[in-house]
């Protein structure tokens, strides 16, 4: 006589207590991923910040970030989708004496195996943008300013030629009511007992009612006024604009703080006739 076949034990609560705390775990970790995706695709952005507030021009945007933090997202929302459809699953096989199948296992290793990528990667930008960052920031202080500690002058690359910069600084120094008592052309007076140079010109101007008081204050000063700026090329081509700095010219003199806006606006005249 055959025996009939048992009837399937029934889950206890500690198995539906078990699928909901695997329910709960898996939902945290689609979560995660949402946040961590989205800081990832804002990431681009603080790197333009971080660049303005150390005076370094942006990068080219790679759109790195930005895909790979929706990518995230994406992800985390599959995640819990496929969390809650699983849990239902689980719940049916419970309510008829089944088994929890392995499924959730295999999609923790997956999700494991691919924040392991995600990081590799992110690694990689991260190193690859701060060696873009640095060559970028040592090239713009090789490039377009050089300012000697010792001697207290101050050099700007000019976008311009020589003549050309020449001729905008004449412009500004009108503009302004400053007179030019001087253009000295160290090339072109070279040329004249035949010998050669790079294009060199010395500009040498300023303004009585700004330099009087400099002088009344620290007479010494006049050896260094009516101030001056040299335009010069340079063996590789590259005009430059120098001065001097006009705080070395104060702490040279013992010149009050109080005046030294009177010779400040040498850097400003350099600054503009560079662009």
């Keep these: 006589m055959e025996n009939p076949s048992e009837p399937a034990p029934n889950a206890s609560l500690a198995d539906y207590l078990a699928a909901e705390r695997t329910l709960l775990a898996w939902i945290r970790t689609g979560l995660a991923l949402m946040g961590f995706g989205f800081v990832l695709a804002r990431f681009a952005l603080f790197l333009g910040e971080l660049h303005l507030m150390q005076n370094v021009p942006p990068l080219a945007s790679t759109g790195f970030s930005?895909?790979?933090?929706?990518?995230?997202?994406?992800?985390?929302?599959?995640?819990?989708v496929f969390a809650g459809w699983h849990h239902l699953r689980t719940i049916r096989?419970?309510?008829?004496?089944?088994?929890?199948?392995?499924?959730?296992?295999?999609?923790?290793?997956?999700?494991?195996?691919?924040?392991?990528?995600?990081?590799?990667?992110?690694?990689?930008?991260?190193?690859?943008?701060r060696s873009s960052a640095h060559s970028t920031n040592t090239e713009k202080k090789e490039t377009s300013m050089s300012?000697?500690?010792?001697?207290?002058i101050i050099s700007v690359a000019s976008n311009h030629s020589v003549d050309?910069?020449?001729?905008?600084?004449?412009?500004?120094?009108?503009?302004?009511?400053?007179?030019?008592?001087?253009?000295?052309?160290?090339?072109?007076?070279?040329?004249?007992?035949?010998?050669?140079?790079?294009?060199?010109?010395?500009?040498?101007?300023?303004?009585?009612?700004?330099?009087?008081?400099?002088?009344?204050?620290?007479?010494?000063?006049?050896?260094?006024?009516?101030?001056?700026?040299?335009?010069?090329?340079?063996?590789?081509?590259?005009?430059?604009?120098?001065?001097?700095?006009?705080?070395?010219?104060?702490?040279?003199?013992?010149?009050?703080?109080?005046?030294?806006?009177n010779i400040a606006v040498v850097k400003t005249l350099a600054e503009k006739a560079a662009e």
């Design 66 to 80: 930005l895909w790979s933090g929706t990518g995230l997202i994406a992800i985390g929302v599959i995640v819990n």
């Design 93 to 129: 096989a419970l309510d008829h004496g089944g088994k929890a199948s392995p499924e959730s296992t295999a999609m923790a290793v997956g999700v494991a195996f691919l924040l392991g990528l995600v990081g590799i990667a992110m690694a990689i930008y991260l190193v690859s943008v």
């Design 147 to 152: 300012v000697s500690t010792e001697n207290g």
């Design 164 to 261: 050309g910069t020449v001729e905008r600084l004449k412009g500004i120094l009108q503009a302004k009511g400053v007179m030019l008592f001087a253009l000295v052309d160290h090339s072109g007076e070279a040329a004249k007992v035949g010998m050669s140079m790079h294009p060199t010109k010395l500009l040498i101007f300023g303004s009585p009612k700004a330099g009087t008081p400099l002088m009344q204050a620290a007479p010494s000063i006049a050896i260094d006024l009516p101030l001056k700026i040299l335009v010069a090329e340079d063996e590789q081509g590259k005009v430059w604009i120098s001065y001097n700095s006009p705080e070395y010219l104060a702490k040279r003199h013992g010149l009050p703080a109080d005046l030294l806006q």
